[in-house]
Each structure stands twice: as structure tokens, then as C-alpha cells.
């Protein structure tokens, strides 16, 4: 009797925690990240936001955008940006290199650098990641390649999604406006 009531306290613990830990973490620092992408030896640049900006950056994450300003850090023809946008109630912060071959740009590398959600860590997962390699943006802003979403983790996938092509976006705004 007594180890039966252990066991079922050990699963009842191990079920009520398991699932609000394991989904959570920061899988690489976005210093890691950027010297991963782009070596030694680039600058930190700013991005100004116009009210035109605003609007499209807003349409693009489907809510409101308040910023003025956004970092970002560069290195020749390569940029990688960190951006941050909710899951479900939580923001999940993303890494993405871009660099431009042949005259266009594209994704080199998309990664989740911090997942704070209770489920739907799946994106952080290199099997769906290697989905954007390569993907650029159309005349629509959208991306020119289809993201496979993960069962159960809907959210963080339009998440991930909407990073993608706002970093794509604004590294189009960056390279114009100079």
C-alpha cells in the first residue's frame, strides 16, 4: 500500500511538473547566435521606424507595434536580427541570419533562442527550423517557401512564422534605406 501511494505521488508530481518545465529554456544566448552567424568583427546597427514602418510592421505580426527602433548587427552582405514575439502568452525570442546571394536576400539560419511557454517547444527543434533555410520574401511579404506546421504547437509556429518575415522585411527596409 504504501509504495502504491509513492508511486502515485511520484506520477502525480511528475505529470503537473513535467509539462510547465520541460517546454521552457534558452537554448543560445543571442551573443552565441550572432558570432555563430557572422564570426568576429561586425557592428551593431540601428533601424529607425517611420509611422509607415509601424503599419506594416504591425500588419505583418497582426497586432500593434510600438518601438521606434530595432538592433540589429551586420557584417558585409550578412545581418542577423533577435526578435521577440508572443506565443500564446508568452514572448519566444528568435534569431535569424539573412544574408543576400545573387542579389536577393534569404534566410540563412532561423533558431529559437529562448522559449518561455508551457508547450509548443517543438520550433526549436532543427527538423522544423531547416524549413526556412533559403526563404525570402515575396511581393506579398510573404514567405516564398511553406512552413509544415507541429500538431500542438500552432501558436508558437505563426510565431516563428511572422519573425521570419519581419526580419526579412526589415532587412530589406535596412539595405534601402542606405
Given amino acids: 500500500m504504501k509504495t502504491c501511494l509513492s508511486f502515485l505521488l511520484f506520477m502525480l508530481v511528475l505529470l503537473t511538473s513535467n509539462e510547465s518545465v520541460a517546454a521552457k529554456g534558452v537554448f543560445q544566448t543571442p551573443k552565441a547566435f550572432i558570432s555563430a552567424s557572422l564570426g568576429e568583427n561586425w557592428q551593431v546597427k540601428m533601424l529607425w521606424l517611420t509611422k509607415e514602418d509601424k503599419a506594416v ?11 521606434l527602433r530595432i538592433r540589429y548587427w551586420q557584417r558585409d552582405d550578412d545581418s542577423v536580427w533577435i526578435l521577440d514575439e508572443i506565443g500564446k502568452e508568452k514572448p519566444i525570442t528568435i534569431g ?6 545573387q542579389g536577393k536576400q534569404h534566410i540563412q539560419k532561423l533558431k529559437v533562442l529562448t522559449f518561455r511557454e508551457s508547450r509548443g517547444d517543438e520550433v526549436r527543434h532543427d527538423f522544423y527550423a531547416k524549413q526556412f533555410i533559403n526563404a525570402s520574401l515575396d511581393n506579398e511579404k510573404q514567405l516564398t517557401q511553406n512552413i509544415d506546421g507541429i500538431t500542438g504547437a500552432t501558436l508558437s ?8 518575415r519581419l526580419a526579412l522585411w526589415l532587412n530589406n527596409r535596412a ?4
Fill in 157 to 164: 509556429v505563426r510565431a516563428t512564422t511572422k519573425i521570419a
Fill in 175 to 178: 539595405l534601402n534605406k542606405h
Fill in 57 to 67: 510592421v504591425a500588419d505583418i505580426l497582426s497586432h500593434k507595434f510600438n518601438r
Fill in 96 to 101: 535569424v541570419h539573412i544574408t543576400i546571394r
